[in-house]
């Protein structure tokens, strides 16, 4: 069956390093690729997307590109801010509609200032 | 964005007694709610999808007995955790989802389950 696998945590570092948190994945045919994030008390959040090899997902900073040969989909940022400190959940999904969303088991960044 | 949300947001029981939990869709209409659960260091898990109106489909190894899904509005689904034991403790989270890709689901806060 379908399975991601991502880094354990937590990951800590220092305001405006360098941030990767390593995906992979396992699945028949071409799934959807996703990074939610969860801040302390709030639902996990869309943070990116790619749907296709070679798509890179973006926003606020953070990106990812959707490897097929790797099948791989690792999180980056450049520079880290405290305010990123929080759960990040790889995860994806094969069709269309509201087909079930498979996740990775979270890593969690702590980022000091 | 669409927000949803859980109450409560922690509960603690003795064994032996019934849990309530809700999720609610509370600026848009839900056709689709999942209900997830979530050991700690482990990967949320889908237990089952509710539509509005229909009973609820479990994913394998959930007991639908155990854990009754009520899906009465396109607002608000339930999820009763019935004479639960310290193995239901859990992290338990709920989404909604109206219409679009699987990245449309959109999830509540969770829900912290102790039982004693």
């Known amino acids: 069956g379908d399975s991601v696998t991502q880094m354990e945590g937590p990951v800590t570092l220092s305001e405006e390093a360098f941030l990767t948190i390593n995906c992979t994945y396992t699945a028949t045919g071409y799934p959807s690729l996703f990074w939610y994030v969860q801040y302390p008390g709030e639902g996990l959040q869309l943070l990116l997307k790619?749907?296709?090899?070679?798509d890179k997902g973006s926003n606020k900073g953070f990106e990812a590109t959707y490897r097929k040969e790797t099948t791989s989909f690792h999180l980056e940022k450049g520079s880290v801010q405290v305010s990123d400190s929080a759960v990040y959940f790889c995860?994806?999904?094969?069709?269309?509609?509201?087909?079930?969303?498979?996740f990775g088991k979270g890593t969690m960044l702590l980022v000091s200032p | 964005g669409a927000v949803v949300s859980q109450h409560p947001s922690r509960v603690i029981c003795k064994s032996g007694t019934s849990v309530k939990i809700e999720c609610r869709s509370l600026?848009?209409?839900?056709?689709?709610m999942f209900w997830y659960r979530q050991f700690p260091k482990q990967s949320l898990m889908l237990m089952a999808t509710?539509?509005?109106?229909?009973?609820?489909?479990?994913e394998q190894g959930v007991e639908k007995d155990k854990f009754l899904i009520n899906h009465a509005s396109l607002t608000l689904s339930t999820l009763t955790v019935t004479s639960a034991h310290p193995e239901d403790s859990s992290f338990y989270i709920c989404?909604?989802?109206?219409?679009?890709?699987?990245?449309?689901?959109?999830f509540g806060p969770g829900t912290r389950l102790t039982v004693l």
């Open positions: 989404s909604a989802w109206t219409s679009g890709g699987p990245d449309t689901q959109y």
């Open positions: 790619a749907t296709k090899a070679d």
């Open positions: 600026d848009f209409q839900a056709t689709t």
């Open positions: 995860a994806l999904a094969r069709g269309s509609g509201y087909s079930t969303l498979t």
């Open positions: 509710s539509n509005e109106g229909s009973k609820a489909t479990y």
